[in-house]
């Protein structure tokens, strides 16, 4: 949608510009003997009123301008008009004047414009944007500088040791610890720093809050909702999966009360399901 909206405000700007130009072309460029009627007119209309008999005027003799005026003959020179070899010249004074205002308006406007965009892309687009294709080559150098925001399952399982016996051969050893218990930066910075000093206080793991997007740093997630997340079964989940239709798996297991958060874990364990 987004190329679509832009390729037409690009193709109207475009269009705009061509239009633009063919005007001023016209403009700048008149024929000569289309100017002449222009100069004549605006010389006209600049002459005093005058009062006509009926004697016959020969408007043009001998490049002068004969009119009739109570009876007397009054000659004045014609307006010059320049003429090139080519049959065109520059028209500066059709070009200035107020006919062509809206001409001179709308190239300032695409001039301003334009230069406006032209700053603003220089102030948002990175420098080291296209130095090797399509991309910021530099974004990979800052990216890897940042501090990983996951936590490795080897920085867990180095106090946890027991856990990591249980998850040996359980189906669940491919999940992540911070899956389901957090991410635990807080506790898992604590913990090595009680490494070296005796007595630091390391913060225990919370009771989940039931949100997917929790902010909690580290928490137990005893809760039917973070295991049915996993083992619905849905349209197109693999034959091979181990997904379950809930209502009939509770029913089946004799479940004491199928709507207790911790209804799973009566019969299976997180780290060892037993299935």
Not at 42 to 68: D, L, M, N, Q, W
Request: proline fraction near 5%; charge should be neutral; glycine fraction near 8%.
């Amino acid at each position: 949608m987004f190329v679509i909206v832009f390729a037409g405000i690009a193709f109207a700007i475009l269009a705009m510009f061509v239009i633009l130009m063919l005007m001023f072309i016209d403009v700048v460029f008149k024929s000569p003997h289309a100017s002449v009627n222009r100069l004549d007119s605006s010389y006209a209309e600049s002459a005093a009123p005058v009062g006509f008999t009926g004697s016959v005027v020969h408007p043009y003799e001998a490049g002068k301008e004969v009119i009739a005026v109570a009876g007397s003959s009054i000659s004045r020179p014609l307006p010059q008009v320049a003429y090139s070899k080519t049959g065109f010249t520059l028209n500066s004074r059709l070009l200035l004047s107020r006919h062509t205002r809206h001409l001179r308006v709308l190239a300032f406007l695409m001039t301003v414009g334009g230069a406006g965009a032209l700053f603003v892309r220089s102030q948002l687009v990175p420098k080291a944007y296209g130095d090797r294709g399509p991309y910021r080559a530099a974004a990979l150098e800052q990216i890897a500088s940042q501090p990983s925001r996951l936590s490795s399952d080897s920085d867990c399982l180095t106090c946890h040791s027991k856990v990591q016996e249980e998850r040996a051969e359980s189906p669940h050893k491919a999940v992540l610890c911070m899956h389901c218990h957090g991410n635990g930066h807080e506790h898992i910075a604590a913990a090595i720093k009680a490494a070296g000093t005796p007595g630091q206080v390391i913060p225990p793991a919370g009771e989940w809050d039931g949100s997917f997007h929790t902010k909690m740093d580290l928490f137990i997630t005893q809760d039917r909702a973070t295991c049915l997340s996993c083992h619905t079964s849905v349209v197109g989940m693999p034959s091979s999966f181990r997904s379950i239709d809930v209502a009939k798996h509770l029913e089946e297991q004799g479940a004491e009360n199928v709507k207790d958060r911790n209804v799973c874990f009566e019969c299976h364990t997180g780290h060892s399901p037993g299935i």
